[in-house]
DNA sequence: ATCGAATGAGACATGACTGTCTCACATCAG
DNA sequence: CTGATGTGAGACAGTCATGTCTCATTCGAT
């Protein structure tokens, strides 16, 4: 099983999401294990932050599947999308803050996949009127992103509670901060 | 004059914020002049930053002077201050990403300020009934403050036109991303 | 109890970035 | 022309993270 594995890679998504610049050392401490048994099971830091970055992929692939953002109602699958995706709001932090400081081609064509989903899903919603049409579709879908990650780290950080986290996404990204909008 | 500091502290960002751990060599070159040189303005990469990060901080701090947030209908001046804030959108996408990697008291300090300012605009907002009260006034001003970075990271990698840009925050944060929002 | 595999602790060399220095060159005022 | 100032280029050592290695210890299976 590779949950050991994973289970490393979890706990220095949690150390990389605050500081991406983080020593070997403090990753391998927080994961618990030694810092000569993590490069056993990741040789150099290049192969861990391409694992990590795999693994936080992974799973945002997964929820948008869990969420099947392709059918239904858009606004819904918005609202699923957030559902299922904000768990990984730490994950989301550490990959919008790791792209910066890595490039690594395999993991950016995953990123831009993923994306182009999203990206999609709100160019359907457009279309089909739902969503508001002045505001490009990638916009929408990068804004959604930094959303996200800005809800990782409010609560990696407790400035905002795990619990609200879901609302405060789906409602400020689909609402707005107006209490009654009126697009003009 | 400090002209040709700041000269150098801008170029700095511009650099930093792609990459928050780039080598002295790059930002200098960046800057147009020698490693020596850039050594001589600012003693010690901490100095540097340390800099660049007042300078932004006080940018910042202007533009919040100049869109007179404390006065005033709290939607317009929430407008106001997107227009203020634009042009420092890159700088706003550096501080965001550089305060993973340093701890400054002082640009600390410096940014709980400002940030309670613009906490208690929307705070103001929610008072007088114009801002939505189930999202945290504290939660509104992060978020601002998120797709602020975002902006800045987009019109920096050319995903987004910086014409575009007041446009694309303003409109999605104060109205979000339906056509016709009514908030639950 | 014994063997084997996995792990942790630590030492060591390497490379990158940094801080500091010296020296040569360009510019400009006198 | 001469001297002063500022700058660029480069050398040098120190520091830190990293990659690699060895060795003792622990844990589990037989």
Same mark, same amino acid.
């Given at each position: 099983m590779a949950t050991d594995r994973d289970s490393v890679l979890m706990a220095a998504v949690g150390v990389l999401c605050r500081q @991406? *610049? %983080?020593a070997l050392d403090e990753i391998a401490r927080a994961a618990g294990i030694s810092r000569a048994t993590l490069h056993r099971l990741f040789p150099g830091r290049d192969a861990l932050v391409h694992e990590v970055a795999g693994l936080a992929l992974r799973r945002m692939s997964a929820a948008l599947d869990a969420a099947y953002? &392709?059918?239904?109602?858009p606004v819904e699958a918005v609202r699923r999308l957030a559902d299922a995706v904000i768990p990984d709001a730490t994950t989301a932090a550490f990959l919008t803050g790791e792209s910066r400081l890595f490039e690594d081609s395999e993991v950016t064509a995953a990123w831009d996949r993923m994306d182009a989903r999203v990206t999609a899903l709100f160019l359907r919603g457009q279309q089909s009127g739902a969503? !508001?049409? &002045? #505001? @490009?579709a990638a916009w929408l879908s990068e804004a959604f992103f930094d959303l996200l990650a800005g809800v990782g780290w409010a609560v990696q950080e407790g400035r905002l509670a795990a619990r609200d986290s879901t609302h405060a996404l789906v409602e400020l990204f689909l609402g707005? %901060? #107006? !209490? *009654?909008s009126s697009p003009s």
């Open positions: @991406p *610049t %983080a953002i &392709e059918q239904g109602d969503f !508001r049409v &002045e #505001l @490009p707005g %901060a #107006l !209490r *009654t």
